[in-house]
């Protein structure tokens, strides 16, 4: 394997980390210019990636990495008056 390809891949199996809850065994292939299958199976072992018997990989639940963010508002108290008089 050559540093170009490792170096390639490395990126692509980033983007699909961050990108992908699940990915079809076919895509995943394709994206790592894998054809044949023969790296696939050595970049799931390496980033913990499962696949289940119809040949979907489960990457990871995108649920655990998102984080919410509390946002706040501030809203005076002249521009909510004008609001509340326009409609009544």
């Known amino acids: 394997m050559s540093a170009n390809f490792c170096a390639a891949s490395t990126v ?3 983007v699909v980390g961050i990108t992908y809850q699940n990915i079809e ?3 995943l292939a394709e ?3 894998d054809p044949l299958d023969t ?3 050595v970049w799931m072992n390496k980033y913990g990636w499962t696949e ?3 040949g979907l990989i489960f990457i ?3 649920e655990e990495s998102v984080k919410p963010k509390n ?3 501030k809203i005076d108290f ?3 008056s004008s609001i509340m008089a326009t409609s009544q």
């Open 52 to 54: 289940n018997e119809d």
């Open 60 to 62: 990871h639940s995108q």
């Open 71 to 73: 946002i706040v508002e």
């Open 39 to 41: 790296q696939v199976k």
């Open 25 to 27: 065994h076919r895509l």
């Open 78 to 80: 002249e521009s909510v």
């Open 12 to 14: 692509i199996c980033h």
């Open 31 to 33: 994206m790592l210019g």
